[in-house]
């Protein structure tokens, strides 16, 4: 079978949601055109590929317009409506994506030194989600649905000392764990960064 390999960056989380109604939220705007760009330029460089592959485009160039088109034009989020109600799921949620699950909290973790955001470790952002419940540590525990992370800065951004590095969405009475893993995960630098390479190299 003819294949394709992409290598991608992955020394920050990719988009801004970490958590599952959060990352279906994300999901949703991305399919309406309005999601962090990083998310939608990925997904528009696979699926392009995907596209050539299953002959419905002679070069990925034209692929990539088409697609962008079915963001653009309602298209893209009006297919996944179709998936959702095919599988018996709540297409409001896609139209009014505040019914989806939601946390009781939303908490700033704030930037206590000013500089560039030089590096966001994906590992301990996702430790940080699993502490507030988006995942399990144990297959005994059980997953919170509207907990997560959203971030609101990424490498190579600039931040002030109080600026909101990312936001916790919790239901615990204590997510101060949580808050310290996101802390540990942002590195600062007074140097300017360059923001990272999304793909490192196609492999077709």
């Known amino acids: 079978r003819e294949t394709v390999a992409f290598l991608t960056d992955m020394n ?54 088409k697609l962008k088109e079915k963001l653009n034009n309602g298209e893209a989020l009006q297919k996944f409506k179709e ?6 799921g709540d297409t409001s949620q896609i139209e009014n994506p505040e019914l989806l699950p939601t946390a009781s909290s939303v908490i700033p ?21 699993m502490k507030l419940g988006a995942g399990r540590a144990t297959k005994e525990d059980t997953i919170d649905m509207g907990v997560g ?3 609101n800065k990424k490498v190579g ?29 942002y590195e600062i630098t007074s140097s300017s960064v360059c923001s990272p390479t999304l793909i490192y190299d196609i492999i077709a």
């Open 109 to 129: 973790v704030t930037a206590t030194q000013a500089g560039y955001v030089e590096k966001i470790d994906a590992l301990s952002i996702g430790i940080a989600a």
């Open 12 to 65: 920050q989380p990719l988009g801004l949601a970490i958590g599952n109604a959060l990352e279906v939220k994300e999901a949703i705007e991305t399919l309406s055109g309005n999601g962090p760009r990083d998310l939608e330029e990925l997904v528009l460089q696979l699926a392009s590929y995907m596209v050539v592959l299953a002959k419905k485009a002679t070069n990925t160039e034209e692929a990539y317009a």
């Open 149 to 151: 992370v959203v971030l």
């Open 157 to 185: 951004e600039s931040i002030q000392v109080g600026d909101v590095l990312a936001f916790v969405h919790t239901n615990q009475s204590d997510s101060q764990e949580a808050i310290d893993y996101i802390m540990k995960a």
């Open 83 to 88: 998936f959702i109600a095919a599988q018996g």
